[in-house]
């Protein structure tokens, strides 16, 4: 059933409930009533109805029960607090009654149009909510309240920028606007702007030190920056002074974890993740925390505890899903491979069914680069850009060792490795326009229409904005956002001096990797299905060959298998495509101390390794699909 038909459904029950209680026939409407509950159980409206059949009905403690769980899903009802101050005196409760009179007096201060929005909002009519609001701000355009109101509903309705515009003019016009200010700081981490969403939240601590809220919004924002080491103390401190159990201690412990984790404090990391499942047992995203460190070993009574969970039918989904991955991996690290084999895919399974990839959507996105993104169009477009020569991209798949290329990058002293930055897909959504299932962008044709003077500074914002992520002061710095593979056409338009390596590896190799890897709640869609990853990886080698094709010598190649055969030569290789001198640290990458962010942080701090290269064929029995699907690639990736 569609938003609308159940909105229409339960408006046709709530004024049929009203007809029934107009005739005076109270308990046909209170039955009317139960099943729209059943159904809308947070429908506000039902309640206040319910509290006016119980009056007719002269029960009066079963009235202000109605009621007041009304006003707790929406404080906007006049006459639910209307009939809540009456009763409370009736009872004579002179304190709650008090209270009730002051929440109707402050409705009878705003405008009727405002009570009416945040009315619907709270019962989540967004759109007659919104043309009321936008209604309204035509003849009040400064109403600060309903400027923050309006940006809520474009944040529900997936329309960020605007609702960051919004909330931008409110803290403008009305400093003091906490909530205003808390809800522009959100919006700001929701677009990943990690900085300017930071400074919101140190504003606000200015103003009420020791805040939780806005404690954790700050908290949020240098996790998203990659400041880990603030992080840790940050959660230590919400953690002193919070519950010691539920879901907000065991986030928190969470956290706290991650944040130890990609410092390099592995053991910490460890005690703080068994104290997130000790605050919240049966977590699911602790147990695969655990699990995606890749060294760390469960015991028997942490597997039969992992299985005992996943076999609850009352589990969370994402719950199930986090538990299938970890126990894929606790038995494969037994050697257990078809009991592994069933948890990575009944979790590949169930992750896919939530967030399924859309193949036809990658085949197009990559004809219309093919289109765009023509020797004729770079050569139309020589000289445009920053002349700056330090950034370092690395792209490809994920899981194809792009961490380990990153980390003998970083371990250069003229190099800082920062993170997997967003700042080049979301430009690219800017002007292009963002599908929101796959993240790619809708129509690469338009940057035909960029000028000159916007690419340069398209590329001064990019340097602007990454300067939050560069902490040490050298000269060139990565961004091992792996997706930026889609995006190198933007990347030459703006930074033509930048440094791109793509990072290969077998096959079969990269795309079992990803099928047991869980991804973060909205990445990598393609990962979850033996097909739908072996499309994906074609279609990353057919727009790879494009931009050898028409950017020809523009980006290095570095086969992961060939760096695990010869260190040194694969790292002098990217030492000379970068201009950096060779410096042997590079050769000992696993000593170098620093915050790494993907699933790869515990391996990369590890010598070496070759059993890496053949792991796949331990899951060999259940791959036949996937061969089939990669077709000629199995064979072709290196050309």
């Known amino acids: 059933m569609t938003p609308l038909a159940v909105a229409d459904d339960r408006e046709e029950l709530l004024q049929e409930a009203r007809g029934l209680r107009a005739e005076g026939r109270a308990a046909q409407a209170l039955a009317i009533l139960a099943r729209l509950e059943a159904h809308h159980p947070r429908f506000s409206r039902l309640y206040q109805e319910r509290g006016h059949c119980h009056i007719l009905l002269g029960n009066g403690p079963a009235a202000i029960e109605a009621l007041q769980i009304a006003v707790g899903l929406n404080p906007t009802l006049p006459s639910a607090w209307d009939m809540l101050e009456q009763l409370f005196r009736m009872a004579g409760d002179v304190d709650r009654a008090t209270m009730a009179s002051r929440n109707l007096a402050m409705l009878k201060q705003l405008p009727a149009e405002l009570v009416m929005a945040n009315s619907l909002y709270a019962d989540g009519d967004l759109a007659p909510a919104e043309d009321i609001l936008r209604d309204y701000l035509r003849k009040d355009s400064g109403n600060v309240g309903a400027l923050r109101l309006l940006a809520r509903i474009c944040s529900d309705r997936d329309a960020p920028a605007e609702a960051e ?41 200015c103003q009420v030190p020791g805040n939780r809220d806005y404690l954790k919004q700050y908290t949020a924002a240098c996790v998203g920056l990659g400041d880990q080491e603030p992080v840790i103390d940050l959660c230590a401190q919400l953690l002193a002074g919070g519950p010691a159990s539920g879901p907000e201690a065991a ?34 995203v602790a147990w695969f925390s655990l699990a995606n460190l890749k060294t760390y070993r469960f015991t028997d009574a942490e597997i039969a505890r992992m299985q005992a969970a996943e076999a609850r039918v009352d ?33 590949n399974a169930e992750r896919r069914a939530s967030a399924p990839y859309l193949p036809e959507m990658a085949d197009t996105v990559s004809q219309r680069l093919k ?7 770079f050569a139309e477009r020589s000289g445009w850009g920053v002349e700056d020569a330090a950034p370092i991209f690395i792209v490809g798949l ?34 292009c326009g ?188 259940w791959l036949a699909p996937l061969r089939r699907a990669l077709g000629d690639a199995l064979t072709s990736y290196r050309n």
């Open 315 to 347: 589990i969370q989904d994402m719950d199930r899903v986090y538990l299938c991955f970890a126990l894929g991996k606790a038995l494969e690290d037994r050697g257990e491979f078809a009991s592994s084999w069933r948890y990575y895919e009944r979790g």
């Open 398 to 431: 994920p899981r194809s060792g792009s961490t380990l290329i990153e980390q003998i990058l970083a371990s250069h002293s003229q190099v800082e490795g920062t993170q997997e930055l967003t700042e080049i897909g979301r430009y690219a959504g800017e002007l």
């Open 434 to 621: 963002r599908d929101a299932e796959s993240g790619l962008p809708l129509a690469p044709e338009a940057l035909t229409r960029l000028r000159a003077a916007e690419a340069r500074a398209l590329g001064e914002r990019f340097l602007a904005e990454t300067g939050a992520y560069r902490r040490l002061g050298r000269p060139f710095f990565i961004d091992k956002m792996p997706n930026n593979f889609w995006h190198i056409g933007l990347i030459q338009m703006i930074l033509p001096r930048a440094t791109i390596i793509d990072v290969r590896r077998d096959p079969m190799s990269c795309c079992l990797s990803n099928l047991k890897q869980l991804f973060g709640t909205t990445n990598q869609p393609f990962a979850y299905g033996m097909g739908d990853v072996a499309h994906y990886y074609r279609r990353y080698l057919g727009l790879m060959r494009h931009w050898d094709c028409v950017l020809p010598g523009r980006v290095l190649r570095v086969q992961y298998e060939d760096a695990v055969d010869d260190l040194e030569g694969s790292v002098r290789r990217m030492m000379g495509h970068c201009g950096l001198p060779f410096e042997p640290a590079c050769l000992t990458f696993h000593e170098t101390m620093r915050s790494v962010r993907t699933p790869s942080s515990e391996q990369v701090r590890q010598p070496l390794a070759r059993d890496g290269l053949t792991q796949w064929r331990n899951y060999e029995p």
């Open 371 to 377: 289109e765009t993104f023509t020797p004729q169009f």
């Open 251 to 284: 986030d928190l412990h969470l956290w706290r974890a991650n944040a130890l984790k990609v410092t390099g404090q592995q053991n910490e990391a460890i005690a703080a993740y068994h104290a997130s499942l000790a605050a919240y047992p049966d977590y699911g």
């Open 165 to 205: 515009a919004l909330l931008k003019s409110a803290t403008e016009r009305a400093p003091d606007y906490h909530e205003a200010r808390f809800d522009y700081a959100m919006v700001l981490l929701q677009q990943q702007k990690h900085l300017q969403a930071r400074q919101q939240a140190e504003w606000l601590l």
